[in-house]
């Protein structure tokens, strides 16, 4: 099954690219919930994601769940909170993400590594080695599926925020 637009992205190559936003979602998600613990939104679009990963039809949970994780990061008393949610609702939307040549799709990718970035950052601001360390972690875990697909995507828009900036740094690497 192949999901087209501008170019061909399979249904496993999506499951590719949503186990590696899920992960680092995954690693992210405590932050979220330490700050946060009655909101259940991020956990349950990390939850959608996964159940995608491990073979379960895309359905209407991973948008919804995407959408509120999203809302729940707009709730957010914390920055690192806000950047754990959105990850988390990025994990669940990366199931949906287009076959279409728009930079914009980059983020779909690489918001939730660039994000890990920021929050080691925000964790350890004495520490100018922080987000260089999580973006080797992203890129340990990118496999060549995963830049193939970045690969057919033009190159993430330059940002003015950190995490774009982080974004288009793990993204010129992944290609090189």
Known sequence: MATTGDFELTIEELRVVTRFVAETAGELLPI?????????????????????????????????????????????TTEVARLSARSAGDAASAAYLHPIVKAHQVGHILRAAASAGRIAELQAPDDDKAA?????????????????????????????????????????????
Do not use: C, I
Not at 36 to 50: N, T, V, Y
Not at 53 to 76: F, I, M
Not at 150 to 168: D, H, K
């Open 132 to 176: 260089e360390r999580a973006l080797d972690a992203a890129r340990q875990r990118a496999t060549p599926t995963l830049v193939d697909v970045l690969r057919r995507y033009p190159l993430a828009p330059e940002g003015s925020n950190r995490v774009a900036q982080l974004m288009s740094e793990l993204d010129r690497s992944l290609r090189d």
């Open 32 to 76: 979220f919930e330490a700050a946060h613990p009655e909101d259940r939104r991020p956990r349950a679009a990390l939850d959608a994601a996964w159940e995608f990963v491990e073979g379960a039809h895309r359905t209407k949970l991973q948008r919804v769940t995407s959408l509120d994780a999203h809302r729940a990061a707009k709730d957010a």
